[in-house]
């Protein structure tokens, strides 16, 4: 594809409710990044994908918090239990490298979830 | 971890040059400088990165001085389009993969 999309691009949830992310990344591309980002602020990491190997989850912020990329090329980060904390635009981005020395990454336009 | 620090944020004409400064004093011999562009409702864009001295692509220029304390970003002539946000990072030297966004410096450019 052209760039990395992701979905939806808004998402309302009530207090509670599980709701689920999806990024296509880049065709080809290795790795693959989940970021949050509030209102204001710049975007923080929460986990990285090397094919379909997640090598870093560090980021998460809660065990509430969960991401896969079960083939190595669609992912999804998926949210139990939704607090309205969890409010923030999330940002996907793929990278064609391997972990090592990746600065060049490629952002999807980001999901705008809304805890309510 | 090398923290930057960069004005908040910035005013500007069209057509002026743009030059946005940023410190990370504490950076790492193997680190890289980068930036990255943001505009609403969008994800972050990569616009150059470097090591040391200067480097030019045909987007902006980078300046690192030798102690490399410091870097600034420039931008030629700037437009109505160039307002967004521009964010200074220094990656990792043992995750480079986990970019570290600062606030970012708001550039305003009015007509």
């Known amino acids: 594809g052209a760039g990395v999309s992701q979905s939806p691009r808004y998402k309302v949830a009530k207090r509670g409710q599980d709701v689920a992310l999806r990024c296509d990344p880049i065709s080809g591309h290795v790795s693959l990044f989940w970021y949050q980002q509030a209102l204001g602020q710049g975007p923080e990491f929460l986990t990285y994908?090397?094919?379909?190997?997640?090598?870093?989850k560090s980021g998460l912020p809660s065990d509430r918090f969960f991401a896969e990329r079960p083939e190595g090329s669609v992912s999804t980060l998926k949210i139990q239990r939704t607090q309205q904390e969890d409010s923030a635009v999330y940002l996907c981005a793929s990278s064609p490298g391997d972990f090592l020395l990746i600065y060049e990454q490629y952002f999807g336009p980001g999901t705008r979830l809304t805890v309510t | 971890l090398a923290k930057t620090t960069q004005p908040i944020s910035m005013d500007s004409y069209e057509g002026q040059e743009v030059n946005i400064t940023c410190s990370h004093n504490?950076?790492?011999?193997?680190?890289?400088i980068t930036w990255y562009q943001q505009f609403p409702s969008q994800g972050p864009r990569f616009i150059i990165q470097g090591y040391k001295t200067k480097v030019t692509n045909e987007v902006a220029s980078l300046f690192i001085p030798a102690d490399r304390k410091s870097s600034t970003l420039s931008l030629p002539r700037v437009s109505l389009s160039d307002t967004a946000v521009y964010y200074c990072?220094?990656?990792?030297?043992?995750?480079?993969?986990?970019?570290?966004f600062g606030s970012g410096t708001r550039l305003l450019v009015r007509p």
């Open positions: 504490n950076i790492a011999t193997n680190d890289y």
């Open positions: 990072l220094v990656a990792q030297q043992d995750s480079s993969y986990k970019l570290i």
């Open positions: 994908f090397q094919n379909e190997a997640q090598l870093d």
